[in-house]
C-alpha cells in the first residue's frame, strides 16, 4: 500500500535550518508529482512547495520563496525540503503530499493530493 513517511522535523531558532524528508513506498514514486504542505496551529492546511515527477521544474509558496527549496531522488524514492532562515511562522507540522495522477502541476490545490504522509512537526523559537 502507498505510504509516506515524513522525518526530520524538530525545533530550530530563528534564522536556523532543517531538512525534511519523505520517504514514500507502495507506488512508482518517480511516476508522480509531488508537493509539501504544512499546518499551523488553529490554521488550516496550506501548500508550501512542489515538484515534478522527474525533479524538472518546482514551485513555491511566495512566502519561502528563497529561504526552501524542494528536491527528490527517485533513486532512493525520497522527497527532501531544505529550509533556510526559518521563521516563528514556518511553526506547522509538515506533510508531503502525492499529487493524483489526475492532474498535473503540483500546485497549491490541497483536494489535487491523494495520499498524505502523517507530518512531521517543525518549530522555530529562540
Known amino acids: 500500500q502507498v505510504q509516506l513517511v515524513e522525518s526530520g522535523g524538530g525545533l530550530a531558532q530563528p534564522g536556523g535550518s532543517l531538512r525534511l524528508s519523505c520517504a514514500a513506498s507502495?507506488?512508482?514514486?518517480?511516476?508522480?508529482?509531488m508537493s509539501w504542505a504544512r499546518q499551523a496551529p488553529g490554521k488550516g492546511l496550506e501548500w508550501v512547495s512542489g515538484i515534478y515527477s522527474d525533479g524538472s521544474d518546482t514551485y513555491y509558496k511566495d512566502s519561502v520563496k528563497g529561504r526552501f527549496t524542494i528536491s527528490r531522488d527517485n533513486a532512493k524514492n525520497t522527497m527532501y525540503l531544505q529550509m533556510n532562515s526559518l521563521k516563528p511562522e514556518d511553526t506547522a507540522l509538515y506533510y508531503c503530499a502525492r499529487l493524483s495522477r489526475h492532474f498535473v502541476t503540483p500546485g497549491p490545490g490541497i483536494s489535487e493530493y491523494d495520499y498524505w504522509g502523517q507530518g512531521t512537526q517543525v518549530t522555530v523559537s529562540s
Open positions: 507502495g507506488f512508482t514514486f518517480s511516476s508522480y508529482a
